[in-house]
């Protein structure tokens, strides 16, 4: 924290523009600004150990350390299990009555192969104790779920949440110069449902949790739809390059939510308001027509709004209803992406992330690139996370008699793209598989 204390204190008093005039800060922090969440954090940093209790790991005051290791069991040690350890370093209960030394123990083997010897130490490795298995009654089952300023506290009753809760949080905020807003705190019944972080959650069932985007998220995503929609002048396609953006970016934050229902109603929606936004833009057809005349283009049916762009590209109006579930990962433990020693942890969950969002989504293309690209970019060799950023290449243009088979494309990033291109000057027929070292091929 020392280091960036300086960085911190620098946005405070930055000031802000109002178009041409300059106005300091003094006091607060801007409204939707990076530094409020960051500060948040900062003053926040403990709450969720403020209901938690720790346990040894295992259970056990004692725990076995390995002393050396041993390909093969050498001669001179007595061989003993690995899974009594502990009762064997422990020794006898009773002292023995004879003087007779016994040889030296070795352990194993052990799953790799190794014999090891071993030695008992005092076991000083905690961990949070799991809820329903705390010792103090008035904190079992609590479960506190925090997002910078806004958070929840799960409960078994009002009881336990006014009693043993509430006190501790005023106090814990208390200390540091905060309180509760009392217009926002509420104590609801699961089943009744809450909204937290831009979504509804309420409990159906003892195993079952709902989870969708709350009706506030929607009317917004529904307005900034409803004033695109106003613009007459706009040409169809670049209409729909428009929406597609909105659209994209509300499901792919909500499609990890229960939201295959919603994501129904709101195709519905769109479809219907796009059709009669180009029946009033024409004024001389229905919203039906409409629809038959932008879902037929040169011979091809499409179930969703087509037309060509003025750069010839054609594109259709996304379908809510296109974007699947995807269910999210969640970290294992206190797992931090900056621990050198989980490097391979993070590196399966990024590529299970990417081959399950392609597998969502029925790409089979870009399945078969990723596996075969180890999902890295094809040019600098770098891991591909955001699909958003990365473009299909043509490794022999077609141009210069490429085509689209599989084994000429591969996945690349954006500006690694854009740079090949630059670095080609236009010229096409320089291109070759030399240009892409990571593709696999």
């Known amino acids: 924290m020392p280091v960036f204390r300086e960085v911190i204190v620098g946005w405070l008093k930055a000031g802000f523009f109002t178009g041409e005039v300059f106005s300091p800060t ?23 150990d403020l209901f938690h209790e720790w346990s040894l790991v295992g259970g056990e005051r004692f725990r076995c350390e390995t002393v050396e290791t041993f390909p093969a069991p050498p001669q001179g040690y007595r061989k003993c299990q690995p899974a009594n350890a502990k009762i064997s370093l422990q020794g006898p209960q009773r002292p023995r009555k004879t003087s007779r030394r016994e040889p030296p123990k070795i352990y194993g083997p052990y799953p790799d192969g190794t014999w090891r010897t071993l030695r008992l130490v005092v076991n000083d490795r905690r961990t949070r104790t799991p ?9 079992r089952d609590l479960r506190l779920i925090r997002y910078a300023d806004d958070f929840v506290v799960l409960a ?5 949440l006014e009693r043993a809760v509430l006190p501790r949080l005023r106090e814990f905020l208390a200390a540091r110069g905060l309180r509760l807003s009392e217009a926002k705190t509420r ?44 613009n007459r002048a706009l040409p169809v396609a670049v209409q729909i390059q428009k929406a597609n953006a909105i659209i994209r970016g509300f499901c792919n934050h909500y499609r990890t939510d229960h939201s295959s229902q919603v994501f129904q109603r709101l195709t519905l929606w769109t ?24 879902t037929r283009v040169n011979g091809q049916k499409f179930m969703m709004p087509t037309a060509y762009t003025p750069a010839g590209k054609l594109v259709s109006l996304l379908s809510h209803s296109r974007f699947h579930r995807v269910r999210f990962q969640q970290v294992k433990g206190t797992n931090s992406p900056l621990d050198p020693r989980l490097e391979e942890y993070w590196e399966e969950r990024r590529t299970r992330s990417l081959y399950r969002l392609v597998l969502a989504d029925a790409r089979r293309l870009h399945r078969h690139l990723l596996k075969r690209q180890k999902y890295r970019c094809a040019i600098t060799g770098l891991p591909l996370e955001d699909l958003s950023q990365v473009e299909i290449h043509h490794i022999i243009p077609k141009h210069v008699g490429g085509n689209d ?4 494309l591969c996945l690349v990033l954006r ?25 696999g091929l």
């Open 131 to 139: 809820p329903g298995q705390r010792k103090d009654p008035a904190l």
């Open 187 to 230: 104590i609801v019944r699961a089943t009744q449902g809450f909204d937290f972080v831009g979504r509804h959650f309420q409990r159906l069932t003892p195993t079952k949790f709902l989870m969708r985007p709350r009706r506030s998220s929607i009317r917004a995503h529904l307005d900034a739809l409803s004033q695109l929609f106003r």
């Open 26 to 48: 003094d006091q607060g922090t801007p409204q939707g600004g990076v530094i409020s969440p960051l500060l948040a954090n900062i003053a926040l940093h403990g709450l969720e």
């Open 415 to 439: 500006w690694a793209h854009s740079a090949l291109h630059a670095s080609h000057g236009g010229d096409y027929s320089r291109a070759s598989l030399k240009d892409v070292p990571f593709s």
């Open 405 to 408: 088979d599989w084994g000429n």
């Open 156 to 160: 078994r009753s009002r009881r336990q």
């Open 271 to 294: 479809l219907r308001t796009f059709c009669k936004w180009v029946s009033r833009r024409n004024q001389k057809m229905t919203a039906a027509q409409a629809y038959r005349r932008l």
